[in-house]
């Protein structure tokens, strides 16, 4: 049991240390560096990836266990070809979140591979595989910090314009100022005590999840990532503003290798591919109509339950001014 809490102990530690102090990048950085559990082996490849060629990424027979008991997925295969959009989808606990925390590598595989154009995560150097994924959480967390450094913390790791992790530089306010007009979050910080400045996080102003949410998209808009993993994404917002984010979603995911999980189907049923996962399988995999095809089918059932809105599980697809 202590095993497995033990990630998330340290990211919770690492947290209340961030919230207790002003962090500055520097600090931050260390930060992250010292609560890693997973390591770096000797000689890490550097993760460089064109900007013209882009990302592919491939799970092969991926197999996880967060405990060394219960198998979480029992060999997944599937490839992400570049710059195309597959949609994670299935019943809650399926193992949709667990793929994306092994891409960013927060734990390693089981069994099998996880490879991003032929490399094994992890052969990778952390800091380049992370450089290159551009992560949008559930649960955004917010640093006890200014609004204007939440959003900036996207710049901290990315690649530069040759496809290389370069180191946290200063932003220029305009760019961060862009960043959230582009979340449409730039009018609400507008209306904030002390605008860009203003505090937020624990000790500060308490954001909405949708705020937060926003804020997690403006951070991934600076990092600008070759790969892209929106986990339910706008899962916090209200209609009219996940419409507005969803537009941006979509545009933001031309051109990039994107991993969608979503519970509310309507926002991927253009996906180019749609994958069901199911008690750590992937079961079904096709588009949208394709899926729709199958009789008696997982992803058709999902479908049909979400348009009828019987599925408390699911966020319905709601009446418009429903808020989640
Ligand atoms: P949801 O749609 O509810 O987000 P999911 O398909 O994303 O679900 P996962 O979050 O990947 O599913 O979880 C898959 C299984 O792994 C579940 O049975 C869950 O209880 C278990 N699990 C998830 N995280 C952990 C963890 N940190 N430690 C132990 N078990 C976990």
Not at 203 to 220: D, H, V, Y
Not at 229 to 247: F, G, K, P
Request: aromatic content about 4%; overall charge negative; charged content about 25%.
């Amino acid at each position: 049991y202590g095993q497995l809490l033990s990630p998330l102990n340290q990211i919770s530690s690492l947290y209340r240390r961030v919230m207790s102090n002003a962090v500055d990048t520097e600090q931050l950085i260390e930060l992250l560096n010292e609560t890693r559990e997973i390591q770096d082996k000797t000689d890490p490849v550097e993760l460089e990836i064109d900007p013209l060629e882009g990302a592919e990424i491939e799970f092969d027979d991926l197999r996880f266990s967060y405990d060394g008991k219960v198998d979480v997925l029992k060999g997944v295969s599937l490839r992400v070809p570049r710059g195309k959009s597959v949609a994670l989808v299935g019943p809650s606990g399926g193992g949709k979140s667990t793929i994306t925390r092994l891409l960013y590598r927060f734990y390693d595989v089981s069994g099998g591979a996880i490879r991003i154009n032929g490399h094994d995560v992890r052969d990778l150097s952390q800091r380049s595989l992370r450089a290159a994924i551009g992560l949008v959480p559930q649960d955004s967390v917010l640093f006890n910090s200014s609004v204007r450094f939440n959003i900036a913390y996207g710049g901290l790791s990315r690649l530069n314009a040759e496809g290389k992790a370069e180191e946290g530089k200063d932003l220029a306010m305009d760019e961060i100022v862009e960043a959230a007009k582009s979340a449409a979050m730039h009018d609400r910080v507008m209306s904030f005590p002390d605008q860009y400045e203003t505090l937020v996080g624990e000790r500060g102003m308490r954001l909405s999840g949708g705020e937060k949410q926003r804020i997690a998209i403006a951070r991934t808009i600076l990092k600008n990532p070759p790969i892209l993993v929106l986990d339910e994404a706008t899962s916090a917002l209200d209609t009219h503003n996940e419409r507005l984010i969803q537009t941006r979603l979509r545009e933001l995911s031309q051109g990039r290798t994107s991993l969608i999980i979503a519970h509310r189907l309507s926002t991927i049923v253009d996906a180019d591919l749609i994958c069901v996962l199911k008690d750590g399988q992937i079961v079904e995999q096709g588009s949208h109509n394709e899926l729709l095809q199958i009789e008696g089918g997982v992803y058709a059932e999902l479908w049909q339950k979400q348009i009828e809105g019987q599925d408390s599980t699911l966020p319905s697809a709601a009446p418009s001014g429903t808020q989640t």
